[in-house]
C-alpha cells in the first residue's frame, strides 16, 4: 500500500505564491519510483488535472490554466513531489489532490484513470 500526504495548502492573496508539498510512504513507494500528478476540486465542480511529472522527472505537463505560473518538480527523497504555485488567482481556489501509480509508465499522465493513490486533500483559497 501507498499513503499521500499534502502539506502546503493555505490562504493567500490574488497575485500571491504557495508551495505544495506531497509524499508517499509504505511498500511500494519505497520499492518503486512512481508517476505522479496533481489534481483540484472546486465545490459543485469535478475534479480536473493540473499538473504531473514522469517517473523520470524528465517530462512535465499542465493544464492550460495553469501553464506558465505553476511549476511541478521531484524532489530528492524518493517519490516526493512539490507543486510551485504563483501569481494565483481566486479561480485556483480548491482543494488540491496527489496522485500516484505504482505501475510502470513512462509517460506523463494527465488524467485520474491511471492513478490508482490519492491524497486526502490541501485546501486552497485565493482571496481576491
Known amino acids: 500500500q501507498v499513503q499521500l500526504v499534502e502539506s502546503g495548502g493555505g490562504l493567500v492573496q490574488a497575485g500571491g505564491s504557495l508551495r505544495l508539498s506531497c509524499a508517499a510512504s509504505g511498500r511500494t513507494a519505497s520499492s518503486n519510483t512512481m508517476a505522479m500528478g496533481w489534481f483540484r476540486q472546486a465545490p459543485g465542480k469535478e475534479r480536473e488535472f493540473v499538473s504531473a511529472i514522469s517517473r523520470s522527472g524528465g517530462s512535465t505537463s499542465y493544464a492550460d490554466s495553469v501553464k506558465g505560473r505553476f511549476t511541478i518538480s521531484r524532489g530528492n527523497a524518493k517519490n516526493t513531489v512539490y507543486l510551485q504555485m504563483d501569481s494565483l488567482k481566486p479561480e485556483d481556489t480548491a482543494v488540491y489532490y496527489c496522485?500516484?501509480?505504482?505501475?510502470?509508465?513512462?509517460?506523463?499522465?494527465?488524467?485520474?484513470?491511471?492513478?490508482?493513490?490519492w491524497g486526502q486533500g490541501t485546501q486552497v483559497t485565493v482571496s481576491s
Open positions: 496522485a500516484a501509480t505504482g505501475a510502470p509508465y513512462s509517460r506523463v499522465l494527465v488524467t485520474t484513470t491511471p492513478y490508482n493513490y
